[in-house]
Structures are given as C-alpha cells and as structure tokens.
C-alpha cells in the first residue's frame, strides 16, 4: 500500500483496492508479450480511465474512490475538473508521442481514434446518466434497453478500448476486431451489473464507498429497474419518492430488492452476459477468458 504521505492525485492514480490496472491486462492478453512502447500505450489508456473516474465522483459528488478520499471531496469541484483535464491532456500528448516513435507497422490512426472516441463515448454517456437521474422516478422509469446503452457507453467501454488497441497493433482482420469489441462490451455490462450488486450487498470497506450509495442516491440501477418493473407502485417506489433516504429507508429498499427476487435477477444477468462475451471471441484465448472470470466473479449470498 502506498504511504498516507504520497499526494491524493498519486495515490489515485497508483493505487486501487480493485483489481489492479485491468485495462492494461487486457491489452497485454491480446498484444501477447509486450515491448516498453505497449508498456506506455498502457500508461495513457489508464490515465484516460482515471481521468474519466475523476469526473465521475465530481458528477456524482462522491466522497471517496476506492477506499480513500477522492479529490472532489478533498480539493473540491474546480480542482477535481482541471485535473481531470489535465490527465487526459497528459494522456493524450504521451500517447500521441508514443504512436510517433513506435517503429512498428500499424494503423496508428485508428488507434488514437479508438482512444478519443472512448473518451468522447463516456463524456457523452454521462451526460445522459445526468439527465436520467434528474427525472424523478415517479415520471420516468427507463428500460433494461436504456440501462444496458447507458452502461455500455460507459462502464463498458473501458473493456472494449483496450483489446480493440490491442488488435490494432496486432493487425488483426476486421472481424477479429468486432469480435474482440463484442467481448469487451458485454464482459463490460457484466462488470457493471456486478457493481450494482455488490453496492447493496458487499462489504462497505472492501469496496471503498458507503453501503447502498446508489439507493441513497436515487440512481437508477438496474435492480431497483427490475423491481419496479415487477412492483411498480410498492412499497420502494413510495420510498424512493422521499425528498432523503434515511439509513431504515435504504434498509428497507434492499429488503424488498431482495424479497422480489430482484438482486437474483441480477446475478443472472451477471452470468448471461459473461456467456455472451465467451460466445462472441472468434478465437479462443486463455488469458482473455481468465480476465473475464476474474473482473465479473460473483459470490456470497443475496
């Protein structure tokens, strides 16, 4: 663990109680053995991530990234956004540099739109997760469809940018490369809806931000969107409409998730989408799946 003593934003950046720089090991399982100019392609897209995570808990106001303090809620809003920029500004500029120097033969082009295109993809779904959480719930619920689009030009796209990278470099043809980006999209949705998961079940300390953050925050996830689907005038739409959710309201909300079946709901779809991205590889690569299994496991009771 690094020291307490080390700046916020190089903590942030080095340091996460997740699983450690998973978008370089997807590029590395793709690229195969990789040389130092993969080794920085890797720094700029995992500086984008945390440029990108930055944004997030400034939109979301968080107060904490992956168990320490996050730096909206320690510098506040005008800092966390110049930094923001500032790291895609520095990851831009290095990758631009590496693609420069990097002597071999590949559609160096696409990769750096691959890269902005990610960017613009996530800046653009969370704008529209802005506008979805501003509609209160008694006015709109969205679909399945809406939430796994939304995810899917966000969460998602993380996975996908890296092993599209990744073919680019390798020169692999066309339909290797919509293979490896339907893989990335779905282990992505299922990354995600893991997360919705674990925010109302897992351990609060292991995963680094408050028990049911999501709930007290109103967001509409997919297993509150399964469970109004199923009671769409019960007892947590009643809740939901409060002005704020007290520690019983959120208590009660993941009881009726639960009751409803709606969280086994959501394991299942765990499980559906990781069978969807095995599905989708049109060649078969050990370290791809071991990756997969690991960044979408899911265990313990709901």
């Known amino acids: 663990m690094l020291s307490r003593e080390l700046p916020l934003l190089e903590r942030h950046i080095n340091f996460e109680n997740e699983q450690l720089h998973v978008l370089t090991a997807l590029y590395g399982a793709v690229v195969g053995a990789v040389s130092e100019a ?8 995992e500086l984008m991530k945390s440029s990108t995570l930055i944004l997030d808990d400034f939109l979301d106001e968080s107060p904490k990234r992956n168990g320490i303090a996050s730096i909206y809620a320690e510098q506040g809003a005008k800092t966390a956004v110049l930094t923001a ?25 696409a990769f750096l739109h691959v890269f902005e295109d990610t960017y613009a993809t996530i800046c653009r779904g969370q704008m529209r997760d802005i506008s ?41 043809p066309k339909d290797v490369l919509t293979s490896l980006g339907d893989f990335g999209i779905n282990i992505g949705l299922a990354y995600q809806i893991r997360d919705d998961v674990l925010d109302l079940v ?23 969107i399964h469970h109004l689907s199923v009671e769409p005038r019960g007892l947590v739409r009643k809740i939901m409409t409060k002005p704020c959710l007290n520690d019983e309201d959120v208590i009660k909300v993941v009881e009726e998730l639960r009751r409803t079946r709606s969280l086994q709901y959501c394991v299942d779809k765990i499980f559906y989408f990781k069978e969807e991205a095995m599905d989708s590889l049109s060649y078969k690569n050990n370290e791809l799946a071991a990756i997969a299994e690991l960044i979408t496991n899911f265990q313990g009771g709901i």
Do not use: H
Not at 38 to 45: A, H, T
């Open 85 to 109: 920029e500032l790291l895609k500004g520095v990851a831009s500029s290095k990758l631009i540099e590496i693609l420069r120097t990097d002597a071999r033969n590949y559609d160096k082009l």
């Open 38 to 45: 993969d080794i920085e392609l890797c720094k700029s897209i």
């Open 132 to 172: 979805l959480a501003k509609i209160p719930i008694l006015e709109y619920v969205p679909s399945e469809k809406d939430y796994f689009d939304l995810i899917g030009d966000t969460s998602a796209c993380y996975i996908r940018a890296p092993l599209l990278m990744g073919g680019i470099v390798m020169n692999l």
């Open 202 to 224: 897992g351990d609060p300390e292991n995963m680094g931000k408050p028990f049911a953050g999501d709930i007290r925050e109103k967001k509409k996830r997919l297993p509150l």
